[in-house]
Nanobody
């Protein structure tokens, strides 16, 4: 399985970006896909996820500004980011996991075994 992100860049505060993550290979009929980000000197955090049923969740801190979606036909995961703020500056990663129900809902508690290389998002004030 290979994950390749794209769509990062530099924008001014208030701008928008849409990140894409193309998935090559087969994960499972039960999967959990997610977007994580890591800002300088900060821990990586999960910000949005979606499972094979299409059930999605978004971290409260970005809810209303970020949304996650997937195009199964194109094997692509998206993260739409609107009203960007300087604190959104980070490297954004997409990740994939077998969806293990015993680990809770699709989200950061799952074991993500596949990761993309990351794409830089820089938001200037």
């Amino acid at each position: 399985v290979r994950l390749v992100e794209s769509g990062g860049g530099s924008v001014q505060a208030g701008g928008s970006l849409r990140l894409s993550c193309v998935v090559s290979g087969y994960i499972s009929s039960r999967y959990c896909m997610a977007w994580f980000r890591q800002a300088p000197a900060k821990e990586r955090e999960g910000i949005a996820s979606v499972d094979n049923y299409g059930i999605s969740s978004v971290k409260d801190s970005v809810k209303g500004r970020f949304s996650i979606s997937q195009d199964s036909a194109e094997n692509t995961l998206y993260l739409q980011m609107n009203s960007l703020k300087p604190e959104d500056t980070a490297i954004y990663y997409c990740a994939a996991a077998y969806f293990l129900y015993g680990l809770g809902p699709c989200g950061p508690t799952q074991h993500f075994g596949w990761w993309g290389q990351g794409t830089q998002v820089t938001v200037s004030s």
